[in-house]
Each structure stands twice: as C-alpha cells, then as structure tokens.
C-alpha cells in the first residue's frame, strides 16, 4: 500500500489503489481533482463523515446507494427529512446504517441550506493551503502524507462553530484530498501531473 504499483494496464499508481477496479477509476479520475459546488461538497461533505471508521472503498461501493436514499444530496430536500426518513434510512441495507451519522447529515444539510448560493464551496476552498504549506514535498510513500494538517483542523473548527458535525480534522483532511484541495498522489503515479514522473 506504500508505495507505487504498475497495473496490469501498465499504469503506475499510488499502492492504496492495489488491483480493486472501483479504486481505480476513483483514484484515477477524481480523487485529487478539484471539485466545486455546493451540492457536491455536501455530499463529499457526508461521505466523509459516514466513513469515518470504517474503509473507503465500502463507502465507494456503496455511494450510488446512498445517492438514491439521499435524495441526490440535495441539501434542501435532505434537511426535509423527519423521524420516518431516518427510519427508512436505518432500514436500507444499500447504506452504513449509522443512526448519529445519518441524523448529522440532516442537520448539516438543513445548515448547508441555510447558507447563501456558493457559500459552502467558498468557506471550504478558503482553507486550501497557499504559500509553503501549498508547496511541499510531493510525498515519496503514503507515510509520508499527514493526517491531520493545521488547514484541515482549521476548516474543522470553522464547520464546528458554524453547527456542523462528524467534520473532524482527520475527516476534513480525507476531504480536502478527495475534493483536490491538496495532492497526495506520490511520486512515480502517473496522475502526477505533466512532469512526467509517472509512468503511462
């Protein structure tokens, strides 16, 4: 998982992808790829959240699931949810049957709502690291890449105050990879950019 692997397709990857074909495609087409709008950042926003514990990949394989029983994540519809949706919810096999997760999702939807067009997509980029901290070291081995940064646990600190939960700063910095706020493809992957360091 540390280091880099060369598909049977003769591409070179960040080693967490391994031989999974849904981690390959997230990992080659939209993890570490910017994303914007309020509406996707909310459900990244969820995702996260609901991963929390628990790996990635269960969480990708079950997102079309939860896009359906979520309405699309469309904030306003999902911050409508009473005591019979999180049943519904509670019931659905297709999703992590979380109860605090799922209650946090409506309320931070109910948040996002309340918020101004593009507000969400705003307060979240404001974080993106700039200066040095945007420049370091592209990581050589997924040891290398933090948990936590101070950009992540400030973002976490704003969410908190503002109401929103299951927003901790490990989560945020799983975020901010995942929305192509920072890039921790390592060194060699051919996603790196158009240095041509990796191998296609």
Same mark, same amino acid.
């Given at each position: 998982?540390?280091?880099?692997?060369? *598909?049977?397709?003769?591409?070179?990857?960040? $080693?967490?992808?391994?031989?999974?074909?849904?981690?390959?495609?997230?990992?080659?087409?939209?993890? $570490?790829? +910017?994303?914007?709008?309020?509406?996707?950042?909310?459900?990244?926003?969820?995702?996260?959240?609901?991963?929390? *514990?628990?790996?990635?990949?269960?969480?990708?394989?079950?997102?079309?699931?939860?896009?359906?029983?979520?309405?699309?994540?469309?904030?306003?519809?999902?911050?409508?949810? *009473?005591?019979?949706?999180?049943?519904?919810?509670?019931?659905?096999?297709?999703?992590?049957?979380?109860?605090?997760?799922?209650?946090?999702?409506?309320?931070?939807?109910?948040?996002?709502?309340?918020?101004?067009?593009?507000?969400?997509?705003?307060?979240?980029?404001?974080?993106?690291?700039?200066?040095?901290?945007?420049?370091?070291?592209? +990581?050589?081995?997924?040891?290398?890449? +933090?948990?936590?940064?101070?950009?992540?646990?400030?973002?976490?600190?704003?969410?908190?105050?503002?109401?929103?939960?299951?927003?901790? +700063?490990?989560?945020?910095?799983?975020?901010?990879?995942?929305?192509?706020?920072?890039?921790?493809?390592?060194? $060699?992957?051919?996603?790196?950019?158009?240095? *041509?360091? $990796?191998?296609?």
């Amino acid at each position: 998982m540390d280091a880099i692997v060369i *598909g049977l397709d003769g591409f070179s990857r960040c $080693g967490w992808v391994g031989d999974d074909p849904d981690y390959r495609r997230y990992h080659d087409e939209e993890w $570490g790829v +910017p994303l914007h709008g309020d509406r996707a950042l909310f459900e990244k926003l969820a995702l996260e959240g609901f991963q929390a *514990g628990l790996s990635w990949i269960t969480i990708l394989r079950k997102r079309p699931r939860f896009r359906e029983a979520f309405a699309g994540f469309d904030p306003a519809v999902v911050a409508a949810f *009473g005591p019979d949706d999180v049943e519904r919810l509670m019931a659905d096999a297709g999703i992590v049957r979380n109860r605090a997760k799922i209650e946090a999702t409506i309320a931070n939807a109910a948040l996002v709502r309340d918020m101004a067009d593009g507000e969400l997509d705003a307060l979240i980029w404001s974080f993106a690291p700039t200066g040095a901290a945007a420049e370091r070291a592209r +990581p050589a081995a997924f040891a290398d890449v +933090p948990a936590v940064t101070p950009e992540s646990a400030a973002l976490s600190k704003a969410l908190r105050k503002r109401g929103f939960r299951f927003v901790g +700063p490990t989560t945020m910095y799983a975020l901010m990879q995942s929305a192509g706020m920072v890039d921790d493809h390592l060194a $060699g992957c051919w996603r790196v950019s158009e240095d *041509g360091q $990796g191998k296609r």
